[in-house]
């Protein structure tokens, strides 16, 4: 009696089969459960992003509300100089700041000043997040180089104003004492109204999508536009002369982190989702404010 009660005390193992059942249902559920997960986070990630354009949009329209037109696409003399040359530079992000909960910072830049000077080192380096797009884990800012009188630390920017259809040409940018104007709503000391967008605010993209090209040291920036560099003019603007197809990140163009295609604000502050695979021709009209070009879809 002693020997059968104390072997009915004795508590039962787990067998080598069943240890590998359990095994097995915990990788099946870590299967299902991973994908899962990071899908979650990629649509939060998604929505964290065209957030960031829906608070440059109410952005936009405060600063209209104020002065009555938006921000240039970015600012510079033409007196004797060339327009990409002359200076100060600001872009249309840097105008907006303190209509983005960044008053503190636009306090601290000089306006007056070129963004080159050393006045505007610490303003032209500052980080700010409805900038940046969270699937783009990039660095926050970069050395702007390639001239040799020329290499500047700027903060980097995820999204860019729509200079209009067509680009332009390093000729044209160099024309001394010439403005260079674009059919968008950001240009070169431009001072669009919301009444010059005859195609319908709705109908007209005003900021979009630039993914970093970290292989060719590339990145945009939402402070403006280097003085000396005519190319840096696409660091601040884009154009719509390719689809926004961020398996071929355009130096000019809109690219993304979220796959083939780009979220785009409108003027009306909404924010889309555009295909990359978007017809070429409907894409360039979305980016002129006064074409009177059917854009179906949108």
């Known amino acids: 009696m002693p020997f059968e009660s104390q072997a009915s005390g004795r508590r039962r193992g787990l067998t080598l089969v069943e240890f590998l059942v359990v095994i097995v249902i915990i990788v099946v559920l870590l299967t299902i459960l991973f994908p899962a997960i990071h899908s979650s986070r990629v649509a939060a990630r998604r929505v964290e992003c065209q957030n960031n354009l829906r608070q440059l949009g109410v952005a936009l329209h405060n600063y209209h509300d104020l002065h009555d037109t938006l921000p240039s696409g970015w600012t510079g003399v033409t007196g004797g100089q060339p327009v990409a040359l002359g200076g100060p530079g600001w872009g249309w992000g840097s105008q907006l700041l303190p209509h983005l909960d960044q008053w503190p910072a636009a306090q601290n830049a000089r306006f007056d000043l070129p963004i080159g000077s050393v006045e505007n080192q610490r303003f032209r380096e500052l ?14 800012t970069w050395q702007h180089s390639g001239h040799k009188l020329l290499a500047l630390t700027l903060a980097t920017s995820n999204y860019v104003g729509a200079f209009g259809s067509r ?34 605010l709705s109908h007209t993209v005003a900021i979009g999508e630039r993914a970093h090209d970290i292989l060719r040291n590339r990145y945009s920036t939402w402070v403006g536009v280097v003085p000396g560099v005519p190319e840096a003019i696409s660091l601040v603007v884009g154009v719509g002369e390719m689809s926004p197809d961020s398996q071929t990140t355009s130096v000019r163009g809109f690219s993304s982190a979220h796959g083939r295609g780009s979220h785009f604000l409108f003027g009306d502050g909404r924010v889309q989702y555009v295909d990359g695979r978007v017809d070429g021709d409907i894409f360039g009209r979305l980016l002129s404010r006064a074409g009177a070009e059917l854009t179906p879809g949108f």
Request: aromatic fraction near 10%; proline fraction near 2%.
């Open 127 to 140: 980080e700010i997040s409805t900038f940046l797009c969270p699937d783009d884990s990039s660095e926050t």
């Open 167 to 200: 680009g332009w040409t390093v000729e044209s940018a160099q024309r001394v004492g010439e403005s260079l104007d674009g059919d968008g709503v950001f240009y070169h000391n431009s001072s669009t109204r919301f009444i010059d967008v005859t195609d319908g």
